[in-house]
C-alpha cells in the first residue's frame, strides 16, 4: 500500500492577485458564514470580497506582497520528508488558495496513493478550520473517484513535543530578559460567540493549551509576571469571544508584554501584519516600553517532530 501525509492548512494569498480569491473562498465557505442558503452566503462572500480585497492588498503589501504561509508550509513538508525518510510521499493542501485540494488529490491519486493520513495544522479543534479542510479533502477525494483510505487527527494541542517547541519560541523572544518583568499574552484567532454555543470545543481547547504551556513554562523556571488569554481578528458586527486583544492591550498596568499566537502553527497575515504591525502600533500608543511577538512554530524542528509524532500514532 502506497501512503502519504498531507498537512491541511488555510492558505493565503500568493500575490496580491489572489487576495480577492482568498477572501471569496473563505467568506463562501459554509462553515464559516452558516446560512442555509448557498445563493444567500454567495451573496454575502461577494459583499464582503468587494468591500474589504483594497483593505486586505494593503495589508499584504505592507508583509511583501503575499501571506508567508504557503512557502513556510513548503519548507515543513520538506523537513517532514527528510524525517520520514524514503517511502512515503509528504504533501499539503490549502483551504482558500493554491496548492488547493482539487489539483493535490489529482496528482496523490496520479501516483497512486492508497491510504492518506491528513494532519491538520491546527493545534485546537475548531468546525471552522480542522473540519472544513477535512471535509474538503475527502468530499474532492471522492468527487474525482479516488478510493483513498483516510485516516486523521483532530487536534495536538496537548501533544507534549509540540508544546516544548511553543516554549522554546517563548524563550526565544524573551532572550536573556527577565520573565518576571513581562506579562505574557496568549492570543488566539476569534470565534463567534453563536459557534460556541452551538457546541465547538474550540474555547475549551484553548483555555486547556494555554493551562498546559503554563505548566510547561514554569517546569521550564519561566515565572512571567501574569498570564492572560485574549483573542484576535474579529470580523463583523456579531459578538465574538472575548476578551479582545486590544481590550487587554488597554487593561495591562505592566507596559511589557510578549504576545503569542497560540492558535497559529504558520506565520500569515495575522501574526506578521496583525499582531507584528497593527497591534504593535496600538501598544507603542498605549506607552507599551516592551511589545514582542513570538513565531509561529514554522519549521522548528521539535514542531516537525510533532508532526512526526502524530503520524506514527495514526499508523
Known amino acids: 500500500m502506497k501512503e502519504a501525509i498531507v498537512l491541511l492548512n488555510m492558505g493565503g494569498p500568493n500575490n496580491l492577485n489572489e487576495v480577492e480569491m482568498f477572501l471569496h473562498n473563505m467568506f463562501n465557505d459554509p462553515y464559516i458564514i452558516r446560512t442555509k442558503s448557498t445563493l444567500l452566503r454567495k451573496f454575502i462572500a461577494g459583499m464582503i470580497t468587494l468591500l474589504r480585497v483594497e483593505k486586505s492588498q494593503d495589508i499584504y503589501r505592507q508583509i511583501g506582497g503575499k501571506s508567508p504561509i504557503v512557502e513556510l508550509t513548503r519548507r515543513v513538508v520538506e523537513r517532514l520528508k527528510e524525517t520520514v525518510g524514503d517511502g512515503i510521499v509528504v504533501d499539503f493542501v490549502m483551504r482558500y488558495t493554491p496548492p488547493m485540494a482539487d489539483e493535490v488529490c489529482q496528482r496523490l491519486k496520479d501516483q497512486g496513493i492508497d491510504k492518506v493520513y491528513l494532519l491538520p495544522l491546527y493545534p485546537q479543534y475548531s468546525s471552522t478550520t480542522s473540519q472544513s479542510s477535512l471535509d474538503d479533502f475527502e468530499q474532492t477525494a471522492q468527487r474525482i473517484g479516488w478510493d483513498v483510505i483516510t485516516v486523521e487527527i483532530k487536534h495536538f494541542f496537548m501533544n507534549e513535543t509540540y508544546n516544548r517547541c511553543l516554549v522554546e519560541r517563548i524563550k526565544e523572544t524573551l532572550g536573556t530578559d527577565n520573565a518576571g518583568t513581562f506579562d505574557i499574552v496568549f492570543s488566539a484567532h476569534g470565534l463567534p460567540q453563536k459557534i460556541v454555543d452551538q457546541g465547538d470545543p474550540y474555547q475549551r481547547h484553548v483555555i486547556a493549551h494555554v493551562l498546559l504551556i503554563e505548566e510547561l513554562m514554569k517546569k521550564s523556571w519561566l515565572d512571567f509576571n501574569a498570564v492572560h488569554l485574549a483573542y484576535q481578528s474579529k470580523v463583523g458586527p456579531m459578538k465574538w469571544l472575548e476578551p479582545s486583544l486590544e ?69
Do not use: W
Open 247 to 315: 481590550t487587554t492591550l488597554r487593561t495591562l498596568s505592566n507596559k511589557r508584554v510578549i504576545i503569542v499566537p497560540i492558535a497559529f502553527t504558520i506565520d500569515n497575515s495575522e501574526t506578521d501584519f496583525e499582531l507584528s504591525i497593527e497591534y504593535a502600533e496600538v501598544a507603542h500608543e498605549l506607552g507599551y516600553q516592551e511589545y514582542r511577538v513570538c513565531r509561529c512554530p514554522n519549521d522548528h524542528p521539535l514542531f516537525v517532530q510533532t508532526l512526526k509524532e502524530l503520524y506514527e500514532k495514526m499508523k
